[in-house]
């Protein structure tokens, strides 16, 4: 599975990334390897709560909306492994 992970400047330090295709899914990182690996993470956690409500998972959006505070945001297409096991 890949998802977009917009990452946006903190202005007081630090990324934050956002999930456009999973409402909700967002998180930071004090650099942006940080902020990626934690993407990675909350996407996976995001996944296995659906999974466990007999959700699928979405796919990712082929358009990507930026807010107005969101100035300057790096788009990147992070590929995670759903290692998911849901009894």
């Known amino acids: 599975m890949r998802y977009t992970v917009l990452l ?3 202005p007081e330090g630090g990324y934050v990334a956002r999930v456009p295709a999973l409402p909700g899914c967002v998180t930071e990182g004090d650099d942006l ?5 934690n993407a990675r993470e ?3 956690a995001y996944i296995e709560s ?3 409500d007999g959700v699928p998972a979405p796919n990712d959006k082929p358009v990507i909306e930026l807010y107005e505070d969101e100035k ?3 788009a990147i297409r992070v590929a995670v492994k759903e290692e998911t096991a849901v009894a």
């Open 8 to 10: 946006i400047r903190d």
């Open 33 to 37: 390897p940080e902020a990626l690996d």
């Open 42 to 44: 909350a996407i996976l």
């Open 50 to 52: 659906l999974a466990l």
């Open 72 to 74: 300057e945001a790096w």
